[in-house]
C-alpha cells in the first residue's frame, strides 16, 4: 500500500468514527448541528474554544457529552470575580510527617486534565484570566519555580455571556486570539425546542460511550495536519484574511472605512487547520472553497475590531465578514 492510499484509508477510518461521535452528541445537544461541528473542528485541530451564548442553551451539557464521547477527563471552572489564579492551576501546602518533619506537596488545580470548561472566563479578573491564558498557550504552568505539564491532549472549552456585562472584565484582544475558534450558540428554532422539551422533560436518558480515547485524538489531530491542501485553497485563506487588514493594499474600501485593525497570521493559520477538520467532517480529502467561507465567520469575529462609525451606524463584524468573504471567494472560484 502507498502512502497516499494509507492517507486514504485513515481519512476514511477516522470520518466514519467522527459521524458516530457527532450523533451520539447531537442525542444530547439537540438541533444545534453546526455547533457540534465547530466544537469538534476545535478539538481535531488541537485548539481551544470560546462558546458565545445566552445561559440556558445547553453549552454546559454539550461540553460533558463531549468529554465523554471523545474519553477525554474533563473538569468544570466556573469563573467568578474572587477566583484566584491559584484556585485553577493548585498551588503548595505544607505538610507535617508522621516523623514530625514538614515537606511542601503540590495539590494540582482543575487545569490538570484533558479537557476544561471554563464557565464565563470574562467574569474572572485579568490576573485570573492570564493564568488560564498562558496554560493554554504553554501547555504547563509554573508553580514555586517549577515548571508542571499539563494533560495530553489539553483543551479549554470557555463560555461569554453577550449581553451581560455588568462586573466582567472582557478577555484583551491578544488573548482573543489564542481561541482556535469562536463559536456561536444561537436560540433554538421552534421545532426543536419542542424536540428539546420532550427529550428532556421525560424518562428516557440519551446513553453516551466513550467513541475515542486521548491517543486516538492525538492520532487524529496528526492526520489532520497531513492533509493535502490546494493551492487555491491556501491562496484563498491568504486573500481572506489579508482583506480584512485596513492598511492592507488588498483590503475593499468597505474594510477601510469600517474597521479599526484586522486578523493576523495566527487566523490564517487557524483557517488552514479548521478547513481541514471540517472537510475531514464532511467525508473529503481535501477542503474547498466552500470550507473556507462557512469557517471564515469563527476563525475572524475575535481577531478584528470595527471603528467606532460603523458601531454608530449598526453594523456588526459578522455582517462585515459575510459580505467580505462572499465577494472574495466569488472572484476567486470564478477566476
Request: glycine share 8%; hydrophobic share 45%.
Amino acid at each position: 500500500m502507498t502512502k497516499a492510499d494509507l492517507l486514504i484509508t485513515q481519512i476514511e477510518d477516522l470520518s466514519k468514527k467522527l459521524d458516530q461521535s457527532r450523533n451520539m452528541i447531537r442525542e444530547v445537544f439537540i438541533g444545534q448541528d453546526r455547533v457540534v461541528d465547530l466544537v469538534l473542528i476545535t478539538l481535531l485541530c488541537g485548539g481551544h474554544g470560546v462558546l458565545v451564548g445566552l445561559p440556558g442553551l445547553g453549552k454546559t451539557r454539550l461540553v460533558e457529552a463531549l468529554s465523554t464521547v471523545m474519553g477525554l477527563h474533563g473538569n468544570r471552572v466556573q469563573f467568578t470575580p474572587d477566583l484566584m489564579p491559584t484556585d485553577i492551576l493548585g498551588s503548595e501546602v505544607l505538610e507535617t510527617g508522621s516523623d514530625g518533619g514538614r515537606s511542601f506537596r503540590f495539590v494540582k488545580g482543575p487545569v490538570f486534565c484533558e479537557l476544561l470548561m471554563a464557565d464565563e472566563i470574562n467574569r474572572a479578573s485579568p490576573r485570573t484570566q492570564s493564568a488560564l491564558l498562558q496554560a493554554m498557550q504553554e501547555k504547563f504552568v509554573t508553580v514555586a519555580g517549577k515548571n508542571r505539564p499539563l494533560g495530553t491532549p489539553f483543551h479549554v472549552l470557555a463560555t461569554q455571556n453577550p449581553i451581560e456585562q455588568e462586573g466582567t472584565y472582557p478577555l484583551p484582544e491578544a488573548q482573543l486570539d489564542r481561541f482556535l475558534l469562536e463559536i456561536q450558540v444561537p436560540y433554538p428554532d421552534r421545532a426543536t425546542e419542542r424536540e428539546i422539551l420532550l427529550a428532556t422533560t421525560g424518562n428516557k436518558v440519551a446513553a453516551l460511550s466513550a467513541v475515542f480515547n486521548p491517543g486516538q485524538l492525538l492520532a487524529a489531530q496528526t492526520l489532520i495536519r497531513r492533509m493535502p491542501v490546494g493551492d487555491a485553497v491556501v491562496e484563498l485563506i491568504l486573500d481572506l484574511v489579508r482583506a480584512f487588514r485596513p492598511d492592507d493594499s488588498s483590503a475593499t474600501s468597505v474594510v477601510r472605512d469600517n474597521m479599526r485593525w484586522g486578523p493576523g497570521p495566527r487566523a490564517a493559520q487557524a483557517l488552514m487547520l479548521a478547513v481541514r477538520a471540517q472537510a475531514l467532517l464532511r467525508g473529503a480529502f481535501a477542503p474547498s472553497a466552500v470550507d473556507v467561507a462557512e469557517l471564515a465567520p469563527a476563525v475572524l469575529n475575535h481577531r478584528m475590531a470595527l471603528g467606532f462609525g460603523a458601531r454608530a451606524r449598526g453594523m456588526t463584524q459578522l455582517e462585515l465578514i459575510s459580505e467580505v468573504t462572499e465577494m472574495i471567494v466569488c472572484e476567486k472560484v470564478g477566476a
